[in-house]
């Protein structure tokens, strides 16, 4: 076990002297912020070398850290460069006339049953869906609020775990559905922020 | 129950709030950096934002710069967020959980400088930014190296003599929160605060010093 | 670009590439890759605690299988946590499933690799129980966020 946990952290180590020398050596913004994407993975495997259920879940706040701050920089970036064209042909097939309200219904329905995580993404891929076929204008602010919300529900689904534990039934469910909306809101960002007239 | 094994550092502990396995506290010296962040915060939801006037050299003319309401309203909920941050970093007892408000400092400090159109911010706003985010490697490798080392988080008992913590973890800590901070980074500060709006952008400043306070606390300690 | 009018001391030249700010990352990344290649002689004194909390199980015949760690479903199971007197009904969030979940745990082998997905189970506990808080500093970070973005997309130029 220790030598493992060793060579581990070897791999590691040199992996990020070649990721941080790529980023020291790369001149293009846009290619340094797939670079440190990339560099925050070595994070996620430092933590991944524990091997304890703990580890597991210690991932899931630095997988959100990363793909927090890369959010919040791509927009920089985007408004910086001041990058706001939107695509002037899209894609359009018959099916996504007549597909879209329920097939995105199907995959809220499942995502909402299985619920928590992966729930929250498969519910997303709903809404992508629709949001894809039938245009995304004026529902920006609708997952703005959503993500409020998701955010309210965590903070009561933590304060029931340590003010009233034997309530513990309800945290874990309101939690649940906390992460499913907010995977889903997020999800369902993918490819609408592009700029331009929808507000 | 829970009691810090040394004192010498800090001064004995106030009180100790407990989440879990995640055992907050204060001592002397962490209330005192609380208090200051506290009392940053509060000034920062009562006041208004500052204007600058740039005055135009060998005439009269000069220009306002002017701050929009939802500009400053956009940077008050971030300078709120990271005064937060900062007050969760200053009484965290447990090591990952510091990461992570530093973390969040880094980001709401982004978002304060993110509000600005000058390009020339933008660009100061973007750099921090890319550091901040490699600088989330050093900080939570520190956590996992000092998570399988040691085999625990939390600092009541990483304080302890008996768990030694690698030398590697520490500066990995440290160097973390410098690139979360940018405490020596002025370059990106002085862009940065070249842009109107004093109140919310001292924030950063506040929140990095008090951040590297804490963390020296931290490392010496451990 | 900014000019790069002579060439000056080795200072200037010195203080010239530290002041541009299109070379933070740069020295950033330059400072982090000196510390980890120091750090790479003490490799061998870093030595994995055997003694872990919430130490992983693998138990090849469940159908829970990596995430199997006993109990049924509004009891307690044993967890290893830091401090098991901070929370008093430690375990039965790693004990519960839901009932989709258990009906998949009954029909297929196959359940462990989606167990994340329900409410309940190991993770769970960690993320919402024991470790709460790390849960609230995330998703507070992911708000702030998404807040950012939200500005910077829908204001109007």
């Known amino acids: ?199 | 129950m829970f009691e810090l094994p040394v004192t010498t550092i800090e001064g004995p502990e106030i009180f100790v709030i407990e989440f879990g396995d995640i055992v907050n506290y204060f001592t002397v010296y962490t209330a005192a950096l609380f208090t200051f962040a506290l009392l940053f915060t509060i000034l920062v939801i009562i006041s208004r934002p500052e204007r600058q006037v740039d005055i135009a050299f060998g005439g009269d003319a000069f220009y306002t710069k002017d701050v929009t309401p939802a500009q400053m309203k956009f940077q008050r909920f971030m300078a709120l967020a990271c005064g937060l941050a900062t007050l969760g970093a200053m009484m965290s007892g447990d090591v990952f959980n510091f990461t992570l408000f530093t973390s969040m400092v880094g980001i709401t400090n982004i978002g304060i400088v993110a509000a600005y159109k000058y390009k020339h911010v933008l660009n100061a706003a973007f750099q921090y930014g890319i550091v901040a985010m490699i600088a989330t490697v050093p900080l939570f490798g520190s956590a996992a190296i000092i998570l399988a080392t040691t085999g625990t988080l939390s600092m009541w008992e990483l304080f302890g003599s008996t768990i030694a913590v690698p030398l590697i973890a520490k500066i990995f800590l440290v160097l973390g929160v410098m690139g979360e901070g940018m405490a020596p980074f002025y370059v990106a500060k002085a862009e940065i605060t070249r842009a109107p709006g004093a109140p919310y952008v001292l924030m950063i400043h506040v929140s990095s010093l008090l951040l590297f306070l804490r963390v020296v606390e931290i490392v010496i300690s451990m | ?157």
């Open chain 3, 1 to 157: 670009m900014k000019r790069r009018e002579g060439r000056g001391t080795r200072i200037s030249r010195i203080s010239r590439t530290i002041s541009e700010l299109e070379n933070l990352a740069g020295l950033y990344a330059v400072l982090f890759i000196a510390v980890t290649l120091i750090g790479a002689f003490t490799l061998p004194s870093l030595l994995y605690q055997e003694d872990q909390l919430y130490p992983k199980t693998i138990d090849t015949n469940s159908s829970l299988n990596p995430y199997e760690r006993g109990g049924t479903p509004f009891n307690t199971t044993e967890v290893r946590a830091q401090y098991p007197e901070n929370s008093p009904y430690l375990g039965y969030v790693t004990a519960y499933l839901t009932p989709v979940t258990r009906f998949i745990a009954d029909h297929t082998p196959y359940l462990g690799t989606t167990i994340v997905a329900h409410p309940g189970g190991i993770i769970d506990e960690i993320l919402y129980n024991t470790r709460g808080l790390d849960t609230v500093a995330e998703t507070s970070i992911l708000f702030v966020a998404f807040a950012i973005a939200a500005h910077l997309f829908r204001r109007e130029d």
């Open chain 1, 1 to 199: 076990m220790e030598e493992i946990y060793i060579l581990g952290l070897l791999a590691v180590f040199l992996s990020i002297v070649i990721g941080f020398w790529a980023l020291v050596k790369e001149e293009d913004d846009l290619h340094r912020i797939l670079l440190t994407d990339l560099a925050e993975i070595l994070a996620l495997a430092l933590i991944a070398l524990v091997a304890t259920d703990l580890a597991e879940a210690l991932i899931l706040p630095g997988l959100v850290v990363g793909i927090s701050e890369l959010m919040a920089i791509s927009e920089v970036f985007l408004v910086r460069e001041g990058l706001t064209r939107q695509p002037e042909r899209m894609l359009h097939i018959e099916v996504m006339d007549s597909a879209p309200a329920i097939l995105a219904l199907a995959l809220i329905g499942y995502g909402v049953l299985l619920s928590g995580f992966s729930g929250g993404a498969v519910a997303g891929i709903g809404v992508i869906f629709y949001f894809i076929c039938k245009g995304h204008d004026e529902r920006f602010a609708i997952f703005e609020v959503l993500s409020g919300y998701a955010w309210v529900m965590w903070i009561v689904a933590f304060f029931i775990f340590v003010l009233v534990p034997q309530y513990w039934f309800f945290g874990v469910l309101i939690a649940g559905a906390a992460i499913l909306l907010k995977v889903a809101g997020k999800m369902s960002l993918v490819g609408t922020m592009r700029g331009g007239a929808n507000v």
